[in-house]
């Protein structure tokens, strides 16, 4: 096993651990937000949502390793909770509205590790990104929606007693953040790379954050909703420049 595990090692060193260059690549997937929702009575609720990332990024790589700079956009959507008024439960709906604008800029670093014959790659990567909120106003708070009421106001325009009020916050215009992924891929003529990517994102502060009230005739429930870290599903083309082996 350990003669196996020797020449594995020395297979990977010489097909992959020599090459350099520089490169720039495009991405396009989806962005999968996780909210958190938890009410009065001591009800939560996990959703994810769906929404689009596209961007690109120009990067050098030295002995394997990759370093980049990018520009992504990111277009969130917001899910809506269903609310049970008689037993206080939240529920999932497959009903949103549109997310804030995302512009994105992360700065990576990854390790890439050549298999077989040098044509199939797989990266571990680490990025810090800076996030930046295109539609954050200083006047709080910027979102809003509701079940039987007219938004303005508060007032209930329907025959139900029982309405929701939602109210949406941006915590800053730049925040910060973690993306560690992963990229498994095919690299053609030594020269241009098509690969998926995974990855996780973890944001230092929360980028928005609802207070919620559900009225009733018999009582009044308060709540809020934390949207958390995100998961990233992309597809990606890479091209490279003067890429070569060191003699």
């Known amino acids: 096993m350990k003669k ?3 020449i594995l090692f020395l297979f990977v060193y010489n097909v992959g651990f020599s090459q350099k260059g520089f490169y720039f690549g495009y991405e396009n997937g989806g962005v999968f937000d996780r909210y958190y929702y938890v009410n009065s009575k001591g009800y939560t609720l ?5 929404g689009g990332s596209v961007g690109g990024y120009v990067g050098y790589k030295y002995n394997n390793f990759n370093i980049d700079a990018g520009f992504f956009v990111y277009s969130p ?25 995302n512009f994105v800029l992360p700065v ?10 040098g044509k199939v790659f797989l990266e571990p990567n680490l990025a810090l990104v800076t996030i930046f909120l295109s539609d ?3 006047e709080q708070p910027s979102e809003g929606w509701g079940e039987n009421v007219t938004f303005e106001g508060n007032v209930n325009n329907s025959d139900s007693p029982d309405s929701t009020v939602v109210y949406g916050y941006f ?11 992963l990229s498994a891929g095919y690299r053609i003529k030594n020269k241009i790379d098509v690969y998926v990517r995974g990855g996780y994102i973890t944001n ?6 609802e207070t919620i009230t559900h009225y009733s005739s018999k009582e009044i429930v308060e709540a809020t909703r ?13 091209f490279h420049f003067h890429l070569h082996k060191d003699e």
């Open 4 to 6: 196996i595990l020797f």
């Open 46 to 50: 996990f959703q994810t949502s769906l």
């Open 77 to 101: 959507t917001i899910p809506y909770v269903k609310y049970d008024y008689d037993t206080g439960k939240p529920y999932k709906t497959s009903a949103g509205g549109e997310g804030e604008t």
């Open 108 to 117: 990576s670093i990854g390790k890439e590790f050549l298999l077989a014959t």
């Open 136 to 138: 954050y106003t200083s």
């Open 171 to 181: 915590s800053d215009r730049i925040n910060f953040g973690l993306i560690t992924s």
């Open 204 to 209: 230092f502060s929360p980028l928005y954050y």
């Open 226 to 238: 934390v949207r958390n870290n995100s998961f990233l599903l992309q597809v990606g083309i890479k």
